[in-house]
């Protein structure tokens, strides 16, 4: 069936250096993929979003990279600060569905 | 902070009662979803709504759970006779193009 999954459920990096979390995804109709991120007992933030028909995507301070062939996404965050620190989930929608399907999370750890 | 609005944000209930949470989306969005999440889980999709008409439920949505969008502005989500199982997050994220959701900071759901 359908799934996205995460590769590590805790990543811990130092404070300025940068973050990657990576992301797997089964389903070849996908089209459209997303970042969240999420804090404690908040909902889920919007970070970046790529569509299919591109490989990379960047915003302020955040790339993604989509490689279609191993259906493989990953997001980079550079000089990590410690607000960054939270639990990041990729979300993925296939053509013809309207509801997103998220991934269970990677916990960024930020140290001073 | 999204526009999206959520409450209550805490609600404590003793298993058998009956509880409803509400969402005030944002006003000119069309598209308004709910999303359950558990704890160190990404959100699963429960239901949609355009405008007023419902027009997809998750196999998640059991009998004891309906969702209303009266007008197609706010949105009510009751879950009857509840169960210890169904303590979690029950989130409600707008959009108004197919693609980025805007999450509202959800309903924490208890059942003793």
């Known amino acids: 069936g359908e799934s996205v999954g995460l590769h590590l459920p805790t990543l811990s990096v130092q404070e300025g250096d940068n973050s990657i979390i990576n992301c797997a995804y089964s389903?070849?109709?996908?089209?459209?993929f997303i970042w969240y991120k999420q804090e404690s007992g908040k909902g889920p933030q919007f970070i970046i979003d790529i569509r299919s028909n591109m490989d990379k995507r960047q915003g302020q301070r955040v790339t993604v990279l989509l490689n279609k062939t191993v259906k493989h996404l990953s997001l980079q965050i550079a000089a990590t600060q410690p607000g960054d620190s939270a639990v990041y989930f990729c979300?993925?929608?296939?053509?013809?569905?309207?509801?997103?399907?998220f991934g269970s999370g990677t916990r960024l750890q930020v140290q001073p | 902070d999204t526009g999206v609005s959520q409450n209550p944000r805490h609600k404590i209930t003793k298993r058998g009662q009956n509880v409803t949470f509400r969402c005030d989306p944002i006003?000119?969005?069309?598209?308004l979803y709910w999303y359950r999440q558990t704890l160190g889980q990404g959100p699963e999709f429960l239901t949609y709504f355009q405008n007023e008409a419902q027009l997809e439920k998750s196999r998640l949505l059991s009998d004891r759970f309906s969702a209303e969008r009266p007008k197609g502005s706010f949105s009510t989500l009751e879950i009857q006779r509840t169960e210890q199982g169904d303590s979690a997050m029950y989130l409600c994220a707008n959009d108004r193009v197919a693609g980025e959701l805007f999450f509202g900071e959800g309903s924490r759901l208890t059942v003793l």
């Open positions: 389903n070849s109709a996908s089209d459209y």
């Open positions: 006003s000119e969005h069309n598209r």
């Open positions: 979300a993925e929608k296939g053509t013809g569905r309207r509801a997103l399907t």
